[in-house]
């Protein structure tokens, strides 16, 4: 899905540029142009940041556990 149509950015980038270690909307800004154009699809794009960044920290907790 579109999260950005201004730079035509998908989900699946943002997820990708979380699992290369985005941390914050800067990040997405600087990386992938998300929020440069009209400014629509930032609070959506730091919303699946943050769902991604938990997800990937609980995965990593549970690998921890695991081993």
Known sequence: MYICLCNAITDRDIVKAAEEGALSSEDLAHNLGVGLGCGRCTSCAKSLL??????????????????
Do not use: F, G
Not at 50 to 67: G, H, K, N
């Open 50 to 67: 943050a769902e991604t960044i938990a997800r990937l920290a609980c995965a990593t907790a549970e690998a921890v556990s695991a081993s």
